[in-house]
């Protein structure tokens, strides 16, 4: 890949100045040189976790699931 393919765009987001500060107590001794960094970080870990909980959690439980299928079985759409 060439330099500018790797190139990302940033853009600015505020937060709040009581925030920050709770930040930076949080990344200390994190490695982390900056607030952006860190929530950079921690916002890719918590969207990842959601992520993955959308492709796991399932619309129905087995129990309802078998449910719909007995009450489609009586409505006669599937045998």
């Not at 853009?11 to 950079?40: A, C, D, E």
């Not at 890719?44 to 078998?66: G, H």
């Amino acid at each position: 890949m060439s330099e500018e393919e790797n190139k990302v765009e940033y853009t600015t987001v505020s937060i709040p100045k009581p925030l920050v500060q709770k930040i930076k107590n949080r990344m200390k001794g994190t490695g982390f040189s900056s607030v952006s960094s860190y929530v950079t970080y921690v916002l890719r870990q918590i969207l990842s976790s959601i992520e993955e909980d959308e492709r796991t959690t399932s619309a129905f439980t087995k129990e309802e699931e078998e449910k719909v299928k007995q009450r489609l079985r009586d409505l006669g759409y599937i045998d």
